[in-house]
């Protein structure tokens, strides 16, 4: 079983909704959480990223943690046709460059 | 646009041939890592590099090897190439001396690897 696992998807919502993904992890040492965006034939670029548990916000984007639950997601408000991309979570006990992710999910916002 | 280059964009290799791909980050990024993304799938860390030196490796053999240079570049080698080798290999690289997650790490657009 991976340690972390995600939502698969493919994900299509229409402009303007609200989009939940998400992901559950097993590792209880990961205390560093990362949502990146791929867009196709290119490299993961990072969204946001929380310590331990809490939200943090950072315009449309909402991050969660629940260290508890070993649960994190990301909200997207006002979804846009440019957010259409696969989404990936990322998680490390120790730096960001030794990272464990989910497989991503792909996320369509039709206009 | 990204600060980090990789080269070549695509390659294609016959298995139990041997790979050298490279990576240039920005002046004074001293990490880099490097991550191998199967099709499908996120990406998997392969190794860390911390000024010249390993700094941490994930699940792969001793055939997948790197090396840091001075200049800021740095190589990803596999040698005796199999068909599950066939991914996109990414690296990424971090100004912090440690990459901590906070400057987060700026990852280059890929190498496309196909074993055949």
């Known amino acids: 079983q991976k340690e972390v696992e995600q939502d698969p998807g493919p994900l299509s919502v229409p402009e303007g909704a609200i989009v939940s993904l998400n992901c559950t992890y097993s590792n209880s040492a990961f205390q560093y959480f990362m949502w990146y965006r791929q867009y196709s034939r290119k490299g993961p670029e990072l969204l946001m990223y929380?310590?331990?548990?809490g939200n943090k916000e950072d315009g449309r984007f909402t991050a969660q943690v629940d260290k508890s639950s070993k649960y994190i997601s990301l909200f997207i408000r006002d979804s846009q046709p440019s957010d259409s991309a696969t989404y990936l979570c990322?998680?490390?006990?120790?730096?960001?460059?030794?990272?464990?992710f989910g497989d991503g999910t792909t996320l369509t916002v039709k206009p | 646009e990204t600060g980090v280059t990789q080269s070549p964009t695509h390659l294609i290799k016959t298995r139990g041939q041997q790979v050298t791909l490279r990576c240039s980050s920005q002046?004074?990024?001293?990490?880099v890592s490097w991550y191998q993304q199967a099709l499908g799938q996120g990406p998997q860390f392969i190794f860390q590099y911390y000024r010249e030196e390993e700094n941490g490796r994930g699940n792969f053999p001793p055939r997948f090897s790197g090396l840091q240079f001075p200049n800021y570049s740095s190589e990803l080698n596999v040698n005796a190439l199999e068909l599950d080798d066939s991914a996109l290999y990414l690296c990424a690289s971090s100004l912090t001396g440690r990459g901590l997650w906070g400057d987060g790490y700026t990852f280059g657009s890929g190498t496309r690897l196909t074993v055949v």
């Open positions: 929380t310590y331990s548990s």
């Open positions: 002046s004074g990024h001293n990490t």
């Open positions: 990322a998680m490390t006990s120790t730096n960001a460059g030794k990272s464990t």
